[in-house]
């Protein structure tokens, strides 16, 4: 480990973490930990990272979180469902979008909740929907006539609501008013900073339900990490008896 010049004001452009609510400047200190893929393997290592203390968790600002609480609380109660397509088979988009649409509608019958947000990197209500059209992920860069074709088949078959449909982060356009002209342009710079990602998380987090972590061949183990998180979430929840979650997920 070793002690580095600290540079807060490139995490704050690059990484957004001017989006959570401490201090970071100059007065900073900035480590860096050096540790290969298979240090953990090593018990001599593994201790030396098991010292590390757990800092205090970080909050996000103020309008992240007061989006998420709209959502909530407008929906509530509310069936939440997590999918990320960037790197779904699309040979077997199709086939997912009826096991998500069975797993559902058990959801619902179950529970009798019909409010259904859906937290996806796919534009949802974006106009037009054109082949190549931007997603809502800084790494998925061409969504195809097969994504838009399983989709807007869920759509019929589901009633979604979205953060883009619900306008909960409309409000940060008087934030953004200065340097963007329009929603559009908003809801762009929105997406580039993965504010949307943020809220959809934690919206998934309180749902009163949650369908996520699609199985084979509907996953990806690049796109389980934020599915896991929630799930960890919400099972701390439900060990801490919050009222508000019922399950930790159910999986399609």
Known sequence: MESLVPYPEMLKRVWCLDQFGFKLDK???FKQIRASWNSWANETNREELQSFEEGERMNYSSHIVDAADRITNGLRPYVA??????????????????RLVKRVQKSVDRTRIENIYMATD???????????????SVTWNYVTPAHHSAIELLKSQIPLDNWAS??????????LKGEYGNIKEIREEIVKTGINRIVERIVC????????????????????KMSKLIVDERTRLLEKGYNGVKNNVTRF
């Open 27 to 29: 007065a900073s200190r």
């Open 81 to 98: 469902i997590q999918w990320d397509l960037e790197n779904a088979n699309s040979r077997f988009l199709d086939e997912c979008v009826e």
């Open 122 to 136: 796919y534009p949802l209500f974006d106009i037009p929907l054109e082949s190549g059209e931007k997603s809502h």
């Open 166 to 175: 619900l306008e909960a982060l409309d409000n940060l356009g008087m934030k």
């Open 205 to 224: 987090v309180h749902a009163d339900w949650f369908v996520g972590m699609p199985r084979f061949p509907c996953n990806s183990p690049l796109d389980n």
